[in-house]
């Protein structure tokens, strides 16, 4: 049983329709009851828009706390600003995350050298840089969808375990225990992003 956690913004229901898709015999579902949340196996943790304002929304409708424990027990899948707000804090609006992960998320800067679009957007390469579970039947250079202006800052390397370039290298895929994030939207990204959907389904821990 999969809970996707609502809380007013992400992309919940294209990354729904993935999972039905790959895996109708799954039961999955939308939630933002906290209930229904803590009851499920498997969480997913999408997110985007402005980290501040999910982190209020987070607050508002009492899910911190309940996705706080669920991230410390169960599979769990954070997509884009799901990634984002894993971590200690952030340079949009000076906010605090949520503290799961060590690092900081960081705004891409222009550079005079090589002029890049922000935000960076569209097909890029993920280079693993760590063996995962969730990598399985998925080639390292493997192409995923992005949408973002800032990334994160990963203060322990071992908790990056995948990256890609936009003017300089970020960590793309991150993973600690039974938690996996990613900076680019699996559900956008076609056969090697429903792969991952997939291997988050039949993930062990």
């Given at each position: ?32 009851d ?11 943790f ?11 929304e987070?607050?508002?409708r ?34 605090k ?38 990598w ?36 793309c ?33």
């Amino acid at each position: 049983m999969i809970a996707i956690i609502d809380y007013g913004v992400g992309n919940l229901r294209s990354v729904h329709n993935a999972v039905r898709f790959i895996s109708p015999q799954t039961k999955s579902f939308i939630s933002s009851d906290p209930d229904k949340i803590i009851k499920a196996d498997r969480i997913i943790f999408p997110g985007q828009g402005a980290m501040p304002d999910c982190i209020r929304e987070l607050d508002k409708r009492g899910l911190t706390d309940v996705l706080l424990e669920v991230a410390k027990q169960k599979p769990f899948l954070g997509i884009c600003l799901g990634l984002q707000m894993l971590f200690e804090k952030s340079e949009e609006g000076n906010q605090k995350g949520l503290g799961l992960l060590p690092g900081e998320i960081k705004r891409f800067k222009l550079s005079d050298i090589e002029r890049i679009k922000i935000p960076h957007m569209g097909w890029n390469n993920v280079n693993q840089s760590n063996s995962h579970p969730m990598w399985n039947k998925i080639e390292t250079g493997s192409r995923f969808y992005f949408v973002h202006s800032y990334y994160a800052d990963v203060s322990d390397k071992d908790v990056a375990v995948g990256y890609s370039e936009h003017g300089e290298n970020f960590a793309c895929a991150v993973a600690k225990d039974n938690i996996f994030a990613t900076q680019f939207h699996p559900e956008k990204s076609a056969q090697f992003g429903l792969q991952l959907l997939k291997n988050f389904i039949l993930w062990d821990i």
